[in-house]
C-alpha cells in the first residue's frame, strides 16, 4: 500500500504479535516496523533476535497505558499505521486480577486511541485481540474485550461524545485472530 510506511505492532514481542512482526519485517523490507513491548509476563526478546541488525525493524520499551511511552514513540519513528496486540490475555490470570486486565486491555486500549488522534500521522489502526474460549462468558477478560471493542468503533463512527470532529479519515478495524471480522476487513488487508 503506497500509505504505508512505518508500523507500529504493540505488544511486539508477544506469542502472536512477534510472528507478524517478523512477517512484516522479513517480507516487506519498504515498510519500517517498530516492535512496542512493555516485556511483561508473556512476552520475550528472543521472539525478534533474529530481526537484529535489519533497517527496517527497531524495537521501542514502552507501556500502552503510559500516553508519554506511546506519544513518545508514535512521534520518534512518524508511526502511520498500528497494529494493536498488546493486551492481557490469559483467562486463569484474570480470576484474581482483574484490574490490571481491564487497566492493559481497555485502558491501554483508549490511552493508544487517543495518542494515535493526537500524533496525527495514523491512517489505519488494526485492532487484534485473541479468542479464548470459556465456560464463564462474563468472564473478566471477555468483558474487558468488549468495552474496548466499543471504544474502538465509537472513533470508526467519529463521535467520542466529547464533541470532537469526525475522524473518518482513520481507518479503524476490530479483528479476532481466529479470522472473523468485526471490522469489516481482514488483519492484513493490503498489507500482509
Not at 474460549?133 to 466499543?150: C, F, G, I, Y
Request: charged share 20%; proline share 3%; net charge neutral.
Amino acid at each position: 500500500m503506497p500509505d504505508v510506511h512505518n508500523i507500529l505492532v504493540t505488544g511486539g514481542e508477544g506469542f502472536i504479535a512477534s510472528w507478524l512482526v517478523r512477517h512484516l519485517v522479513v517480507k516487506y523490507p519498504t515498510y519500517n516496523v517498530v516492535s512496542f513491548d512493555k516485556l511483561d509476563y508473556c512476552s520475550s526478546l528472543n521472539h525478534s533476535r533474529l530481526l537484529e541488525g535489519r533497517p527496517n525493524f527497531k524495537f521501542f520499551h514502552g507501556d500502552v497505558t503510559n500516553d508519554m511511552d506511546v506519544l513518545r514513540c508514535l512521534q520518534k519513528y512518524n508511526i502511520d499505521t498500528i497494529f494493536h496486540l498488546a493486551a492481557h490475555t490469559h483467562v486463569d490470570l484474570s480470576f484474581g486480577n482483574s484490574y490490571n486486565f481491564t487497566k492493559n486491555n481497555v485502558l491501554g486500549t483508549h490511552i493508544l486511541l487517543e495518542s494515535a488522534i493526537a500524533a496525527g500521522t495514523i491512517r489505519r489502526f488494526y485492532h487484534i485481540s485473541t479468542d479464548e474460549v470459556s465456560v464463564h462468558p462474563l468472564e473478566e477478560v471477555q468483558k474487558t474485550r468488549a468495552k474496548l471493542a466499543d471504544a474502538v468503533q465509537g472513533l470508526r463512527r467519529g463521535g467520542d461524545g466529547r464533541g470532537r470532529p469526525d475522524r473518518a479519515e482513520l481507518s479503524v478495524a476490530n479483528q479476532s485472530v481466529c479470522g472473523q471480522q468485526s471490522g469489516g476487513r481482514a488483519v492484513c488487508d493490503g498489507i500482509c
